[in-house]
């Protein structure tokens, strides 16, 4: 009887398009998260002010108010109406945007922005339909970052990263390091082994700061939290020649379309969005960063129902990682699995 019962309610949860996940959800290995307030569950958390740069402009230049959707509150549209993360906090020559009603016209003229300013080609634009008609506006930006330190770091052994089944790549300086590669690097604070942060310096006007933390908290929180205890730290700045560091290589590339903004009535608007996505491409190794990420948006017309010892600075387990020019980060991300992180 027993074994009955259970088949029948096998049955019933593959009819309904269950499975076992559904009991115990499957952790994403990477997110894409629209603010740095946005909380997550994904394994890794990434943030980039991409897809904050095309929202600001679906709000001032075309919705001309902050975004409300019609029967439904969206904690993702009010953190994204903030507008916490701006062009003020990007080099003119580290961004590109355009919006405008969709046509083959303005597609042509993204295709050619981008290429002359970064020589690259856009993934998102062919997802889009290009067709001309009323109320359909697409808003377009590309963030691309690519630097390198001061000094290269030495290339480290494979380890494991917070007790993992395999090993990941490092890099960092040990005690065979040579050179004044050490110059390049700043103690933000050092606390503990498992609380500490270090600022690295590049060729450009970027700083890289490494935060060994594990409390689980937003993005935007841990930056704060990180600058605080700098602001508060009473530990050597200097990066000596007994300390060393570690930091995992990382190589992703990953997207995400933004659903739940999707297809719902604008507040005193008669427009909704269509189509909301971004893409992260990142690479950190021994020699610098390189990040490129697209965003992209496009309306339509809403329709009536829409739906003092030696330290080892080893971030080797749950740390987080801002990449920041003018006064506030521009990326953001939360590394709880390096593994999954390198291709």
């Given at each position: 009887?027993?074994?009955?019962?259970?088949?029948?309610?096998?049955?019933?949860?593959v009819?309904?398009?269950?499975?076992?996940?559904?009991?115990?959800?499957?952790?994403?290995d990477?997110?894409?998260?629209?603010?740095?307030?946005?909380?997550?569950?994904?394994?890794?958390?990434?943030?980039?002010?991409?897809?904050?740069?095309?929202?600001?402009d679906?709000v001032?230049?075309?919705?001309?108010h902050?975004?409300?959707?019609?029967?439904?509150?969206?904690?993702?549209?009010?953190?994204?109406?903030?507008?916490?993360?701006?062009?003020?906090?990007?080099?003119?020559?580290?961004?590109?945007?355009?919006?405008?009603?969709?046509?083959?016209?303005?597609?042509?003229?993204?295709?050619?922005?981008?290429?002359?300013?970064?020589?690259?080609?856009?993934?998102?634009?062919?997802?889009?339909?290009?067709?001309?008609?009323?109320?359909?506006?697409?808003?377009?930006?590309m963030?691309?970052?690519?630097?390198?330190?001061?000094?290269?770091?030495?290339k480290?052994?494979?380890?494991?990263?917070?007790?993992?089944?395999?090993?990941?790549?490092?890099?960092?300086?040990?005690?065979?390091?040579k050179?004044?590669?050490?110059?390049?690097v700043?103690?933000?604070?050092?606390?503990?082994?498992?609380?500490?942060?270090?600022?690295?310096?590049?060729?450009?006007?970027?700083?890289?700061?490494?935060?060994?933390?594990?409390?689980?908290?937003?993005?935007?929180?841990?930056y704060l939290?990180?600058?605080?205890?700098y602001?508060?730290?009473?530990?050597?700045?200097?990066?000596?020649?007994?300390?060393?560091?570690?930091?995992?290589?990382?190589?992703?590339?990953t997207?995400?379309?933004?659903?739940?903004?999707?297809?719902k009535?604008?507040?005193?608007?008669?427009?909704?969005?269509?189509?909301?996505?971004?893409?992260?491409?990142?690479?950190?190794?021994?020699?610098?960063?390189?990040?490129?990420?697209?965003?992209?948006?496009?309306?339509?017309?809403?329709?009536?129902?829409?739906?003092?010892?030696?330290?080892?600075?080893?971030?080797?387990?749950?740390?987080?990682?801002?990449?920041?020019?003018?006064?506030?980060?521009?990326?953001?991300?939360?590394?709880?699995?390096?593994?999954?992180?390198?291709?």
């Amino acid at each position: 009887m027993k074994k009955t019962l259970a088949l029948v309610l096998a049955g019933l949860l593959v009819m309904c398009g269950l499975s076992a996940s559904a009991f115990g959800k499957k952790k994403a290995d990477i997110e894409i998260l629209p603010t740095m307030e946005s909380k997550s569950e994904a394994v890794n958390q990434v943030w980039v002010g991409t897809f904050q740069l095309v929202w600001n402009d679906l709000v001032n230049e075309i919705i001309k108010h902050p975004i409300e959707f019609k029967g439904y509150k969206s904690v993702m549209a009010e953190e994204l109406n903030k507008q916490s993360f701006t062009t003020e906090y990007l080099s003119d020559s580290a961004y590109y945007k355009k919006w405008g009603l969709a046509s083959p016209e303005l597609k042509a003229e993204i295709e050619q922005g981008i290429m002359e300013k970064f020589n690259e080609k856009s993934d998102i634009l062919n997802s889009f339909d290009w067709t001309p008609d009323n109320g359909k506006y697409i808003l377009y930006a590309m963030l691309k970052k690519d630097f390198e330190y001061l000094k290269p770091f030495d290339k480290l052994d494979d380890a494991k990263f917070k007790g993992s089944k395999g090993k990941v790549q490092y890099f960092g300086i040990d005690k065979n390091t040579k050179g004044d590669v050490r110059d390049t690097v700043h103690v933000l604070f050092y606390n503990n082994k498992k609380d500490f942060a270090l600022a690295i310096t590049t060729r450009q006007n970027d700083t890289v700061y490494l935060y060994r933390t594990n409390d689980e908290k937003t993005l935007d929180k841990l930056y704060l939290d990180m600058m605080k205890k700098y602001r508060t730290s009473i530990s050597n700045p200097k990066f000596t020649k007994s300390d060393e560091f570690k930091a995992p290589n990382i190589d992703f590339k990953t997207e995400r379309s933004f659903d739940e903004l999707c297809h719902k009535a604008i507040k005193d608007s008669d427009l909704m969005i269509d189509k909301a996505i971004e893409t992260v491409e990142f690479k950190m190794d021994n020699e610098g960063v390189k990040l490129k990420s697209e965003a992209g948006i496009a309306t339509m017309k809403a329709m009536i129902e829409p739906k003092t010892e030696p330290r080892k600075f080893y971030f080797d387990d749950d740390y987080v990682i801002f990449l920041q020019e003018k006064g506030k980060p521009y990326f953001a991300m939360k590394v709880t699995d390096a593994k999954k992180l390198q291709k």
